[in-house]
């Protein structure tokens, strides 16, 4: 294992952040922390770093016990989320500067140096902004720059705090992508901590679920978003249409085509897309009135409600599909549910 | 048509924005007498008074040995007042912006204290505590050492007076700078002490010279505490303010107001200073953010 955390737990005051967190990466991924603000994603990073200390419980890095050791020993690159570059120095100078505060007798020479730099300015692909300061470059360049920094040093780990949180979304959706790729190249086991379900889902290999400081699920993008362990990451991940057998009518979901009866008192996630919608027959009890729809590019989002009910159900289905429906707002439509997660 | 209303509308906003002739000038006059009566006719007649009897009579005033021993003593006062101030200011200014604790604004109550309590208390406080009838008085007079109505005294007013300066000056500008460079630093495998020379140091340089300079101004200068803790012993423990005040009530004229005008010298030079240090950090800053 390349990163292991072991009983993690952290208190600020009386606010437990961190709760028993037991964490194993292998040596190569690159894994999402994800969660909703709040829920300790961020001081899980900042611990296997050693910028915080846990109150219980032992990171490893590698093999070694690290939990005593201060951050500069650890090997570790960290990409904070504003940065943090230097504001004094040239960009050549920030990306130097884990080089240059080495102990004399491992520092490099300085045409050592300066290959190094310009070879990583060159990986990022800024070299030509060597000499400028962090005050002259877009969000984007200076992340790149950090990120550059951090590999200076060779981690062993590459630690990432909301790497993209303040960026533009064009921008974001650049060096997500990019940051994949580079992952790809370099190969340096990676955490990055995230929000947003939807970057974690496109960049990450793994993606850690955190809620209320303990990890609700671990695993694969697909697995997680199709074998969600529970309600909160089936409703964190990707959209879902929540069906409460109390609320809704039992009859109404059988004749929908979901079975509800081995599934008494428990509560029925379905997502937008295991919705299959159809043209009204006159027999059907599973009618519900097309309210409205929005163009998602290549899926159409159409919201639906049950007659004498105010909650909206949602759909997605592609495009043409949905056009050789010719269907009209205020229609009356079948639905038919292919699929559902039960949970409590 | 579109062209007169827009003109109409120009010239109305300029009337609205801008005051009439008069009240400008009344304003502008009215700043110029009171720096003038209350700033630079002093400065003049400090220099008048103390050319009154002529260049040679200044020149020996100044190199007569008690306006000597008054000057070197002054700057030795600045020479150890300032680093210590400056070390007190840093690692307080280091404290309250990266640490929280308990009583953290008390604390920046306590620093800003030398500020609001008169200059000639702090002189009485470190009497009472170390003169002959203070409370520790007896002890030190028992191993011979001399505080009050000597340079240690001296120095020890001087600490108090000059304590909130370079700390005033740091503490905003630490906390706006934030901790995550020094992390970042940390992270890259610098020490503390790398941290703090090449990442901390550099984002404070210029409030920190600008404090020291503030610093050095007011130690050269402080006139009450010293005044009650030094003793006005001449060629001892006279500073150079005391050196005025004392050759002033021996009706020395020359003497007296040829100190001040070094004493006048030291503030414009500290002027210069300032506003040059303004210049370079403005230079410094527009050749960052060229783009």
Same mark, same amino acid.
């Given at each position: 294992?390349?990163?292991?955390?072991?009983?993690?737990?952290?208190?600020?005051?009386?606010?437990?952040?961190?709760?028993?967190?037991?964490?194993?990466?292998?040596?190569?991924?690159?894994?999402?922390?994800?969660?909703?603000?709040?829920?300790?994603?961020?001081?899980?990073?900042?611990?296997?770093?050693?910028?915080?200390?846990?109150?219980?419980?032992?990171?490893?890095?590698?093999?070694?016990?690290?939990?005593?050791?201060?951050?500069?020993?650890?090997?570790?690159?960290?990409?904070?989320?504003?940065?943090?570059?230097?504001?004094?120095?040239?960009?050549?100078?920030?990306?130097?500067?884990?080089?240059?505060?080495?102990? /004399?007798?491992?520092?490099?020479?300085?045409?050592?140096?300066?290959?190094?730099?310009?070879?990583?300015?060159?990986?990022?692909?800024?070299?030509?902004?060597?000499?400028?300061?962090?005050?002259?470059?877009?969000?984007?360049?200076?992340?790149?720059?950090?990120?550059?920094?951090?590999?200076?040093?060779?981690?062993?780990?590459?630690?990432?705090?909301?790497?993209?949180?303040?960026?533009?979304?064009?921008?974001?959706?650049?060096?997500?992508?990019?940051?994949?790729?580079?992952?790809?190249?370099?190969?340096?086991?990676?955490?990055?901590?995230?929000?947003?379900?939807?970057?974690?889902?496109?960049?990450?290999?793994?993606?850690?679920?955190?809620?209320?400081? /303990?990890?609700?699920?671990?695993?694969?993008?697909?697995?997680?978003?199709?074998?969600?362990?529970?309600?909160?990451?089936? /409703?964190?991940?990707?959209?879902?249409?929540?069906?409460?057998?109390?609320?809704?009518?039992?009859?109404?979901?059988?004749?929908?085509?979901?079975?509800?009866?081995?599934?008494?008192?428990?509560?029925?996630?379905?997502?937008?897309?295991?919705?299959?919608?159809?043209?009204?027959?006159?027999?059907?009890?599973?009618?519900?009135?097309?309210?409205?729809?929005?163009?998602?590019?290549?899926?159409?989002?159409?919201?639906?409600?049950?007659?004498?009910?105010?909650?909206?159900?949602?759909?997605?289905?592609?495009?043409?599909?949905?056009?050789?429906?010719?269907?009209?707002?205020?229609?009356?439509?079948?639905?038919?549910?292919?699929?559902?997660?039960?949970?409590? | 048509?579109?062209?007169?209303?827009?003109?109409?509308?120009?010239?109305?906003?300029?009337?609205?924005?801008?005051?009439?002739?008069?009240?400008?000038?009344?304003?502008?006059?009215?700043?110029?007498?009171?720096?003038?009566?209350?700033?630079?006719?002093?400065?003049?007649?400090?220099?008048?008074?103390?050319?009154?009897?002529?260049?040679?009579?200044?020149?020996?005033?100044?190199?007569?040995?008690?306006?000597?021993?008054?000057?070197?003593?002054?700057?030795?006062?600045?020479?150890?007042?300032?680093?210590?101030?400056?070390?007190?200011?840093?690692?307080?200014?280091?404290?309250?912006?990266?640490?929280?604790?308990?009583?953290?604004?008390?604390?920046?109550?306590?620093?800003?204290?030398?500020?609001?309590?008169?200059?000639?208390?702090?002189?009485?406080?470190?009497?009472?505590?170390?003169?002959?009838?203070?409370?520790?008085?007896?002890?030190?007079?028992?191993?011979?050492?001399?505080?009050?109505?000597?340079?240690?005294?001296?120095?020890?007013?001087?600490?108090?007076?000059?304590?909130?300066?370079?700390?005033?000056?740091?503490?905003?500008?630490?906390?706006?700078?934030?901790?995550?460079?020094?992390?970042?630093?940390?992270?890259?495998?610098?020490?503390?002490?790398?941290?703090?020379?090449?990442?901390?140091?550099?984002?404070?340089?210029?409030?920190?010279?600008?404090?020291?300079?503030?610093?050095?101004?007011?130690?050269?200068?402080?006139?009450?505490?010293?005044?009650?803790?030094?003793?006005?012993?001449?060629?001892?423990?006279?500073?150079?303010?005391?050196?005025?005040?004392?050759?002033?009530?021996?009706?020395?004229?020359?003497?007296?107001?040829?100190?001040?005008?070094?004493?006048?010298?030291?503030?414009?030079?500290?002027?210069?200073?300032?506003?040059?240090?303004?210049?370079?950090?403005?230079?410094?800053?527009?050749?960052?953010?060229?783009?």
């Amino acid at each position: 294992m390349s990163i292991s955390v072991n009983h993690i737990s952290k208190h600020f005051g009386s606010f437990s952040a961190l709760d028993n967190i037991s964490l194993d990466i292998p040596e190569g991924e690159l894994v999402a922390l994800l969660g909703p603000s709040g829920c300790g994603k961020t001081t899980l990073l900042r611990i296997i770093a050693g910028l915080e200390q846990a109150d219980q419980g032992d990171v490893f890095l590698k093999g070694d016990k690290v939990t005593d050791k201060p951050v500069k020993n650890r090997q570790i690159g960290f990409v904070f989320q504003h940065y943090a570059l230097f504001r004094h120095m040239t960009v050549f100078e920030n990306v130097a500067f884990g080089l240059r505060v080495k102990p /004399r007798s491992e520092r490099p020479g300085e045409a050592i140096i300066h290959k190094k730099v310009h070879d990583l300015l060159g990986l990022v692909q800024l070299d030509w902004l060597h000499d400028r300061y962090p005050d002259q470059l877009s969000g984007g360049q200076r992340q790149r720059i950090a990120l550059a920094r951090a590999l200076a040093v060779e981690p062993s780990v590459l630690l990432l705090d909301e790497p993209f949180g303040a960026l533009d979304a064009g921008v974001r959706k650049d060096l997500r992508q990019w940051l994949r790729n580079l992952h790809h190249d370099l190969n340096v086991t990676s955490i990055f901590v995230t929000h947003d379900q939807e970057e974690a889902m496109e960049v990450a290999s793994q993606v850690v679920v955190l809620n209320h400081g /303990r990890i609700e699920q671990q695993g694969a993008p697909g697995d997680i978003y199709d074998h969600p362990a529970n309600a909160f990451v089936s /409703r964190f991940i990707g959209q879902t249409n929540v069906f409460n057998l109390e609320e809704h009518d039992s009859d109404w979901l059988q004749a929908a085509g979901l079975p509800t009866a081995q599934h008494y008192g428990k509560i029925a996630h379905v997502r937008p897309h295991d919705i299959v919608i159809e043209k009204s027959r006159a027999d059907s009890d599973a009618f519900v009135t097309l309210k409205d729809w929005q163009h998602l590019g290549a899926l159409i989002r159409i919201e639906l409600v049950k007659n004498g009910s105010a909650a909206s159900v949602y759909a997605e289905m592609p495009n043409d599909q949905f056009r050789r429906l010719h269907l009209n707002k205020g229609d009356k439509v079948d639905l038919r549910i292919r699929h559902a997660h039960w949970f409590h | 048509m579109s062209a007169v209303s827009a003109n109409s509308f120009i010239t109305s906003k300029k009337l609205t924005l801008s005051d009439p002739n008069w009240v400008r000038y009344v304003l502008i006059g009215l700043t110029l007498g009171i720096i003038g009566l209350f700033l630079l006719l002093p400065l003049l007649t400090v220099l008048v008074e103390a050319f009154a009897k002529g260049w040679t009579a200044y020149s020996s005033s100044l190199t007569h040995p008690d306006a000597l021993a008054a000057m070197r003593l002054t700057l030795f006062i600045a020479l150890i007042t300032v680093p210590l101030t400056t070390v007190f200011g840093v690692s307080a200014a280091w404290a309250i912006a990266r640490f929280d604790f308990r009583g953290k604004s008390l604390l920046i109550t306590l620093i800003d204290l030398p500020f609001s309590v008169s200059p000639v208390i702090a002189g009485l406080i470190y009497v009472l505590i170390f003169g002959a009838q203070g409370w520790l008085g007896p002890w030190f007079s028992e191993h011979d050492i001399k505080i009050i109505f000597a340079v240690p005294g001296i120095v020890l007013a001087t600490l108090f007076v000059t304590f909130p300066f370079v700390a005033r000056e740091l503490i905003p500008l630490m906390q706006e700078i934030g901790h995550e460079e020094e992390e970042a630093a940390l992270s890259l495998g610098a020490s503390g002490w790398q941290t703090f020379f090449r990442v901390t140091l550099p984002n404070v340089k210029w409030g920190l010279l600008n404090g020291v300079l503030l610093c050095n101004a007011r130690a050269m200068g402080e006139f009450g505490a010293v005044s009650v803790v030094s003793g006005h012993i001449r060629g001892l423990t006279n500073t150079l303010p005391l050196h005025v005040e004392v050759s002033y009530n021996e009706y020395d004229f020359v003497g007296s107001f040829a100190g001040a005008s070094l004493l006048a010298a030291l503030a414009v030079v500290t002027l210069v200073f300032k506003t040059v240090l303004e210049w370079k950090q403005n230079q410094d800053k527009k050749l960052k953010a060229k783009g």
